[in-house]
């Protein structure tokens, strides 16, 4: 008979009851739920979800569950843990440079939707089959986002129309995709790109089927929920705009956004130094907290004492550092942390549901492992 993993009520309520002596992925399905919800009744168009972000298979199959039947996959690993949630999904592969072996992949697994942004990698694709849709994919040089991806990724507005033309020609079904960048919190880079993908489809006299606005999603860093509807009416709008009667059916790709919310990671306190101002903790950089040297500090942090009570003390800025042996392993300097927290104590990092196991490493025998599922994951006080 198959076991049932506990569903415990918070992180609070496990903690003081495990004492877990590694760093620990808290994992609620109702809050992935709802923001799957959120996205689909909000976004005017498919919502699908960019697996990269987390492709855990618990997380696969609550979206599958939430009603997500679409997912942007990037990789041959990818198709397979799609398919192992839903063997009905429908796939789109919107990373524009493969192998032959990877593009084989992608047709045995039946991808509906590819990407291109070079004329030499769509000629490899002369074998997927023409009722395939492929999507043109530009880039503009756009600020707004914590990263954008143009400098590795996307057409510059004059090869795209060359390029949709060629698509068009070719018998396939043409779209066009781009990507804001990533935590990108002004919905103006959304509307400029809309318009963008007007002007391409002018000059390339192709109609498309479809327009895919990308990822890019802000996700709650600092304790300010996101106004995800405001971007998704400026989207709307800004497509009512551009084409009128003549719009495209749209599609997003969430990733951070969608899954963030719904995973708080737990690192515990392995020791102090400089009557506390150096902390060091189970997990760092090699681990679930790779993105915080990327995206720089989280403004929700808490500090959860063996009793499974938070810290309640002032905050003060403390230099953090990972397990490992690297002096590398450090976060950015500051965390404000209570200056009750102690040796022992575990630092809850909420939100962080997005690329944090799915870019841990193992390095020196640290890095993340264990799941556990919680109905809730902020404020229960362990009972």
């Known amino acids: ?76 690993a990818e198709m397979e843990a799609v398919r192992a949630a839903s063997p009905d999904a429908v ?73 949709l033309k060629q698509v068009a020609a070719r018998g396939w079904t043409p779209a066009l995709c781009f990507h804001p960048g990533t935590q990108c919190e002004d919905e103006s880079a959304w509307v400029e790109y809309v318009h963008a993908a007007k002007r391409i489809i002018d000059q390339a006299g192709v109609k498309i089927a479809r327009l895919n606005v990308g990822g890019g999603f802000a996700a709650n860093r600092d304790g300010v929920a996101p106004d995800l509807e405001k971007v998704f009416a400026a ?42 101002e150096v902390v060091f903790l189970n997990d760092g950089i090699y681990g679930g907290l790779v993105d915080i040297r990327d995206m720089g500090l989280p403004g929700r942090v808490e500090v959860v004492g063996s009793d499974g009570k938070r810290r309640a003390g002032e905050r003060k ?18 965390l404000p942390l209570p200056c009750d927290a102690a040796t022992g104590d575990y630092v809850l990092f909420p939100g962080l549901g997005a690329y944090s196991s799915a870019m841990s490493t193992q390095f020196n025998g640290y890095g993340l492992s264990d799941v556990a599922t919680v109905i809730e994951l902020a404020g229960q006080p362990a009972s």
Not at 249 to 256: A, K, M, S, T, W
Not at 320 to 334: H, I, M, Y
């Open 1 to 76: 008979m198959q076991q049932i993993p506990p569903l415990w009520l918070s992180p609070e309520s496990h903690l003081s009851r495990s004492a877990p002596d590694h760093p620990i992925l808290y994992f609620s399905p109702r809050v992935l739920h709802e923001v799957a919800r959120r996205f689909r009744a909000g976004f005017p168009g498919l919502v699908t979800y960019a697996v990269k972000a987390n492709p855990h298979p618990a997380v696969l199959s609550n979206l599958v569950a939430a009603g997500i039947t679409a997912f942007d996959v990037a990789s041959p």
């Open 91 to 163: 796939m789109h592969y919107n990373n524009p440079m493969r192998s032959e072996a990877e593009i084989a992949a992608g047709i045995e697994h039946g991808v509906a939707s590819w990407s291109v942004d070079e004329l030499s990698e769509l000629e490899k694709l002369d074998a997927v089959p023409r009722a395939c849709e492929i999507a043109v994919r530009f880039a503009l040089p756009i600020a707004g986002a914590a990263y954008d991806f143009g400098s590795k990724f996307g057409a510059e507005p004059e090869e795209a129309v060359a390029l």
């Open 235 to 276: 989207i709307g709008a800004a497509t009512d705009a551009a084409f009128g009667d003549e719009k495209p059916r749209l599609i997003c790709e969430p990733g951070r956004a969608m899954v963030s919310e719904s995973f708080t990671l737990a690192a515990r306190i392995k020791g102090m130094r400089k009557a506390g």
């Open 317 to 334: 800025p403390r230099v953090v550092f990972g397990p490992t042996c690297d002096s590398l392993d450090r976060l950015p300097d500051g």
